[in-house]
T-cell receptor, first 114, second 115 residues
Framework: KAGVTQTPRYLIKTRGQQVTLSCSPISGHRSVSWYQQTPGQGLQFLFEYFSETQRNKGNFPGRFSGRQFSNSRSEMNVSTLELGDSALYLC?????????????FGQGTRLTVV | AQTVTQSQPEMSVQEAETVTLSCTYDTSESDYYLFWYKQPPSRQMILVIRQEAYKQQNATENRFSVNFQKAAKSFSLKISDSQLGDAAMYFCAYRSLNTGNQFYFGTGTSLTVIP
């Protein structure tokens, strides 16, 4: 069974640009969550999607957005990039919303904003 | 909001010895889940162990066990017979029953295993 796949693995962007990251969850999993990991702020929850609907949202500006497709794949978009957006972005896959199981994480996308 | 605190930024242990990583959390909820995740240099978060708050029995997974003290809101991880492959960043995490799959993570403990 394939794990959680995040693409691309590395990304370098310029301030002011926008970026789209992709996450394919484990087959059969319907919930996808996104986290930002930085040395200063640690792991912070961005949002969760389930059945193509955003169910939870963390405390991030509106420049951070996401969506989920009918096959459960998810994308997150960051517009008007800032230097502070440089981070490791992790995607987590869960069977259902609020399920008792754990979340399975991808290897992340390392975004560098220059 | 729930908070998770890991007060040990770094720990080290001799190979084959035992080490305990500390975690405390703050919540007003009575039912929730607690987790320990491991993040090696490959960056992928790997589940080490999980505990349901309604269970009094401490969870155990092979060499990994927890000491869950609900009243004290403490959730420590004990690694027995430490191996070189245990070297990683360890994160304690809390998940409510009411907010889907949103995890609240601690700041992590970097574990070094000395051969």
């Amino acid at each position: 069974k394939a794990g959680v796949t995040q693409t691309p693995r590395y990304l370098i962007k310029t301030r002011g640009q926008q970026v789209t990251l992709s996450c394919s969850p484990i087959s059969g999993h319907r919930s996808v969550s996104w986290y930002q990991q930085t040395p200063g702020q640690g792991l912070q929850f961005l949002f969760e999607y389930f059945s193509e609907t955003q169910r939870n949202k963390g405390n991030f500006p509106g420049r951070f957005s996401g969506r989920q497709f009918s096959n459960s794949r998810s994308e997150m978009n960051v517009s008007t990039l800032e230097l502070g957006d440089s981070a490791l972005y992790l995607c987590a896959s869960s069977l259902n919303w609020g399920s008792s199981g754990e979340a399975f994480f991808g290897q992340g996308t390392r975004l560098t904003v220059v | 909001a729930q908070t998770v605190t890991q007060s040990q930024p770094e720990m080290s242990v001799q190979e084959a010895e035992t080490v305990t990583l500390s975690c405390t959390y703050d919540t007003s909820e009575s039912d929730y889940y607690l987790f320990w995740y491991k993040q090696p240099p490959s960056r992928q978060m790997i589940l080490v162990i999980r505990q349901e708050a309604y269970k009094q029995q401490n969870a155990t997974e092979n060499r990994f066990s927890v000491n869950f003290q609900k009243a004290a809101k403490s959730f420590s991880l004990k690694i027995s017979d430490s191996q070189l492959g245990d070297a990683a960043m360890y994160f304690c995490a809390y998940r409510s029953l009411n907010t889907g799959n949103q995890f609240y993570f601690g700041t992590g403990t970097s574990l070094t295993v000395i051969p």
